[in-house]
């Protein structure tokens, strides 16, 4: 999976791009972040709060703060989404550090 980063003071996007399609590995999990996802090409499977959802090109998703949510699954294509967090997700930063905001409980 490739990741690039931009933020500013109060937003950041990260463009993901994961040309393998299947499974992800990814625990559930909350911040206080509200985040965006808009897919950009192929599509990719996410779980928010117990409900599924299949996203593709051109979709976008919204998880507020607090809602338990993750990625389980890539497309036959593959998948290029950006992830827009507010307040920025600093946390991202290579090298930074600021802990995480993810919370598994």
């Known amino acids: 999976m490739v990741r690039r980063l931009v933020f500013g003071q109060n937003i950041s996007c990260l463009h993901l791009t994961a040309s393998e399609p299947g499974p992800l590995e990814l625990q559930p999990h909350a911040h206080d972040n509200e985040q965006w996802v808009v897919v950009t090409a192929g599509s990719i499977h996410f779980v928010c709060e117990g409900e ?14 607090g809602q338990r949510h993750t990625a389980t699954r890539v497309g036959e294509d593959g998948a290029e989404l950006l992830e827009l967090s ?18 598994f409980d």
């Open 86 to 103: 507010a307040p920025a997700r600093l946390d991202l930063v290579p090298g930074s550090l600021v802990p995480s905001v993810m919370r």
């Open 52 to 65: 599924e959802y299949e996203l593709e090109a051109g979709d976008v998703a919204y998880f507020p703060s």
